[in-house]
């Protein structure tokens, strides 16, 4: 079973940014947070990961609390391109990905 | 485009037959992964192959095998289908055995009527 809450569904403006919420209150200290996503029926994509420190690449920042237990993936100047399904995943590096339901983001033009 | 390319793009077959899925992975990385895609089930992991030896496995039904070739080429061989088997076949690949990224392939769409 996936590890993580995370809403259902959310929607952006066009040219705002997204902030995904994600809840991972049974997370332990070797696990990361992992970000995909999966554009409709296309190969998930992946975003960003980190373990206790915020992280930013050139696609998303991660913000994860002090207490490890949530986190927030943020997508500074959503696009219509970046509609598609979130996914928040914890793990260790050794793991395998277990993926849940996920966020559907819509921006909305 | 992540580099993964997987053949055939989509696949129609009946009950019963078997089928091969194939998957290259980006060039250097020497883990593959296989994932299914169903509607009911969603995104779940098959198994994984690292330099041509079986490394993690998951959900994988005894009528699916795989094999990871020396040219680090990957095939999901699927037996005895069923409708239920109608899903998207993912592979990914990743650098070393235990890596934070893995690059998905387009697909496979296999439908099993």
């Known amino acids: 079973d996936a590890k993580t809450t995370q809403p259902p569904s959310m929607d952006c403006a066009e040219g705002r940014a997204a902030n995904l919420p994600c809840n991972h209150s049974t997370i332990s200290g070797n696990e990361y947070v992992y970000w995909y996503r999966q554009i409709h029926s296309q190969g998930p994509q992946y975003i960003i990961h980190g373990l206790k420190n915020n992280e930013t690449n050139e696609m998303a920042s991660l913000i994860i609390t002090e207490d490890r237990k949530s986190s927030t993936l943020i997508l500074p100047h959503a696009t219509l391109r970046d509609t598609a399904v979130y996914y928040c995943i914890v793990k260790n590096r050794d793991d395998k990905i277990i993926f849940g339901k996920g966020t559907r983001l819509h921006i909305l033009p | 485009d992540s580099g993964v390319t997987q053949t055939p793009k989509h696949l129609i077959t009946a009950t019963g037959q078997r089928v091969t899925l194939r998957c290259s992975p980006r060039?250097?990385?020497?883990?593959v992964y296989w994932y299914q895609q169903s509607l009911d089930q969603g995104l779940q992991f098959l198994i994984q192959y690292y330099n041509g030896e079986e490394r993690a496995k998951g959900n994988i039904l005894e009528r699916f095998s795989a094999q990871q070739f020396p040219d680090l080429h990957s095939e999901l061989n699927l037996s005895s289908l069923e409708l239920g088997d109608s899903a998207l076949y993912f592979c990914?690949?990743?650098?070393?055995?235990?890596?934070?990224?893995?690059?998905f392939g387009p697909g496979t769409r296999l439908t099993v009527t």
């Open positions: 060039s250097g990385d020497l883990s």
């Open positions: 990914a690949s990743s650098v070393g055995q235990a890596s934070y990224e893995q690059y």
